[in-house]
């Protein structure tokens, strides 16, 4: 069974619109991460929250906003919407804060932008 | 920036052959972390690898940290080996970052 669930697994939105993708993780972990995959770029880190707090923001838009209602939830809500966020994104999570433990991923949520 | 550079892009092998991926690193890494992506899209990780040399099954990491370079061996390859390959080094610029490269795709063929 997964055991970072990312909700939904695909999805279709119009320019200028927002969207939320949902994380949870159910590895027990306190530090969570974003991702993103596109077809131009590598696997690029976005977000990282420890215990809920952010730690690391690598994300130059304000459109993207990490929310962490749970310890163990991490969503990441788009505004605005642009072609160009176009991607999928992978939430991700390790046991101890800043990465030093193994990362797991989720399966990605694969966002486009018409 | 920090940079990742994978080669080669991609690699095609007869099952049972041997397969040689490269990774260079522009920075100062703690270690390097190699991970395989399915077809799919799903990640998976492999070997974490600080330096000189670590084995799992048929696949053999490689670390010269001070030569900022990396490789990653799978022995007799099989079918289910296709997918890409992924480098990462791990920096720690007052937390810890995962910077990766673009990925070797294989493809293993009967």
């Known amino acids: 069974d997964p055991k970072i669930i990312q909700k939904p697994k695909y999805l279709v939105a119009v320019t200028g619109s927002e969207k939320i993708l949902i994380c949870e993780q159910y590895l027990g972990h306190n530090a969570m991460y974003w991702y993103r995959q596109s077809a131009k770029k590598p696997l690029e880190f976005m977000f990282s929250y420890s215990y809920q707090k952010l730690m690391d923001n690598q994300t130059a838009s304000s459109r993207f906003q990490p929310q962490s209602s749970k310890k163990n939830h991490l969503d990441l809500q788009i505004t605005a919407l642009k072609p160009d966020d176009s991607a999928t994104y992978f939430c991700?999570?390790?046991?101890?804060?800043?990465?030093?433990?193994?990362?797991?991923f989720g399966e990605g949520s694969k966002l486009t932008v018409l | 920036g920090q940079q990742v550079q994978q080669s080669p892009a991609s690699l095609v092998l007869q099952e049972g052959e041997n397969a040689e991926l490269q990774c260079n690193f522009s920075s100062t890494a703690t270690r390097l972390q190699w991970f395989y992506q399915r077809p799919g899209g799903s990640l998976v990780s492999l070997l974490s690898n600080p330096s000189g040399t670590k084995h799992t099954g048929r696949l053999t990491s490689t670390t010269v940290t001070k030569e900022r370079r990396g490789s990653l061996h799978i022995s007799s390859s099989q079918i289910t080996d296709s997918g890409t390959y992924l480098c990462a080094m791990v920096v720690n610029t007052g937390n810890y970052k995962y910077v990766f490269g673009a990925g070797t795709r294989l493809k293993v063929i009967a």
């Open positions: 991700a999570s390790s046991q101890a804060p800043g990465g030093t433990g193994q990362l797991y």
